[in-house]
């Protein structure tokens, strides 16, 4: 059974700082995802990573895959306070995704 | 990406009744998924929904309680039957992108049970 792992699950930042959210999982994921949630909202898909050593980046956020470490993260540069939103990353074995808990950002001026 | 829509968008219901959430694709999948959010909380597949075969449960979900229909390869609905505060929850639609292996949500339904 897939199990995902997510830390910090709250994380409250400066704008203008870096920080990068960790994504563990248990066994092997076909595919990893990473979604943003607003309060309210549904889940807008960011990145989806199939491969080792894939490495996505959109704006402020970059997301990479080690398969080997089973470890996924989403680094943001300089953050702005549009960024706050609940970040989830998910695996996939086979059709079926498993979330991680989420992590709540909360960007500060 | 594909363009799901769902109604209701939200609805307050009585315990011990059944309320139906549809979910409409702007292009036709082979599989829909039905996702559950309970307040705070991550999210968990409930189900997946294969047109002309029966829906796929996955541990802890039964198919009295959460009967699946779907009839053609752009809807599905979702019933929640003899609802119960602990169904309060938004539900959420889901499908994937066989080309780029995207998977998207709809809008959620936000269901509360009084």
């Known amino acids: 059974e897939l199990k995902v792992e997510q830390n910090p699950l709250f994380l409250s930042m400066q704008e203008g700082k870096n920080y990068t959210i960790y994504c563990n999982y248990s066994?092997?994921?076909?595919?990893l995802y990473w979604y943003r949630q607003d309060p309210g909202k549904s889940l807008e898909s960011l990145f989806v990573?199939?491969?080792?050593?894939a490495v996505k980046q959109e704006g402020r956020l970059m997301a990479s895959l080690d398969t080997k470490a089973r470890l996924s993260t989403l680094h943001i540069t300089a953050a702005v306070h549009d960024l706050s939103a609940t970040y989830f990353c998910?695996?996939?074995?086979?059709?079926?995704?498993?979330f991680g808990e989420g992590t709540q950002l909360t960007v500060n001026p | 990406s594909a363009v799901i829509s769902q109604k209701p968008s939200r609805d307050i219901c009585q315990r011990g009744t059944s309320l139906t959430i549809q979910c409409q694709v702007d292009?036709?999948?082979?599989?829909m998924f039905w996702y559950r959010q309970q307040p705070g909380q991550s999210l968990t597949l409930i189900a997946t929904?294969?047109?002309?075969?029966?829906?796929?449960?996955e541990s802890g979900f039964v198919i009295d309680k959460f009967p699946i229909s779907r009839p053609n390869l752009t809807f599905s609905t979702l019933t929640v039957s003899n609802m119960s505060p602990e169904d309060s929850s938004i539900y959420l639609c889901?499908?994937?992108?066989?080309?780029?292996?995207?998977?998207?949500f709809g809008p959620g339904t936000r269901l509360t049970v009084l």
């Open positions: 889901s499908v994937r992108d066989r080309d780029s292996f995207g998977q998207f």
């Open positions: 066994t092997t994921s076909d595919r």
């Open positions: 990573l199939l491969s080792n050593g």
């Open positions: 998910a695996g996939a074995r086979g059709s079926r995704l498993t």
């Open positions: 292009s036709q999948v082979t599989m």
């Open positions: 929904a294969n047109q002309g075969s029966e829906a796929t449960y």
